[in-house]
């Protein structure tokens, strides 16, 4: 059984696919099930990948790392976002961008998630 938000990869393909309903089964992808991915919360290397979040006058600024992670073509963030009040906010990100991102909303209490292409899926 899936749970809503859960976020899951192919290992054949690369396909991510995140639960926007949860039900009975199996996914399934490439003819292979794919795999649930586990929000990591701490940081063991030097690149750093924990989200921090500061609140601001409108919302929530979300950096990735307390040291910017690194956003080359074969290591970046490839999105943020924001899980505020029943509402999903997200931002694509590509190789270049900033490893940042600002969100609009007046939710008290926020989860943050960030994946990975190298480490994976991440929050804070």
């Known amino acids: 059984m899936t749970e809503l938000m859960q976020v899951f ?7 991510i696919t995140e639960v926007v309903h949860a039900a009975e089964g199996e996914l399934v992808c490439c003819n292979e099930p794919m795999e649930l991915m586990h929000e990591n919360t701490v940081d063991a290397s030097k690149e750093k990948h924990v989200p921090v979040v500061e609140k601001t006058e409108d919302g929530y600024k979300v950096t990735i790392g307390s040291v910017p992670h690194p956003m080359e073509s074969e290591h970046y963030i490839e999105w943020i976002e924001v899980i505020a009040d029943g509402t999903l ?3 694509w990100l590509k190789p270049g961008d900033a490893p940042e991102a600002y969100f609009v909303t007046d939710a008290k209490d926020v989860t943050v998630r960030e994946y990975c292409n190298i480490h994976g899926l991440w929050k804070s």
């Open 9 to 15: 990869k192919c290992n054949v393909c690369g396909n």
């Open 89 to 91: 906010l997200r931002k």
